[in-house]
């Protein structure tokens, strides 16, 4: 069975467009004949050893350490994703230490 590489729909095997969106079937027949596409990363981070999302995760985990870490280190600092991360994990750390004085103090 073929399918449509643009919308996906299901091919006619004598059709020579798609029924659902108009592509041309030999465009499609391309796209039909292995099941999983190969999608390309965008991302600096895409030749390191991590994925930007799972970078972007551990910016949480350590606090201030990781997130410097990922600042600084050359793959991730050219990463607007995990540098949006890190700086929002500083952010909170800064709040929940500012946090924690203030309730010291009146407490």
Request: aromatic fraction near 10%.
């Amino acid at each position: 069975m073929a399918f449509c590489a643009k919308c996906g729909g299901t091919l006619i095997e004598s059709a020579g467009f798609c029924g659902a969106c108009g592509a041309p079937a030999g465009a499609a027949a391309q796209g039909a004949g292995s099941g999983a596409q190969v999608v390309a990363m965008s991302s600096p981070a895409a030749n390191s050893g991590l994925a930007s999302n799972l970078a972007a995760a551990l910016a949480y985990v350590l606090g201030l350490i990781t997130d410097i870490v990922f600042l600084v280190l050359e793959p991730y600092k050219h990463d607007r994703f995990v540098r949006f991360h890190a700086m929002q994990s500083i952010l909170f750390c800064v709040a929940a230490i500012a946090f924690s004085v203030a309730w010291h103090i009146l407490d």
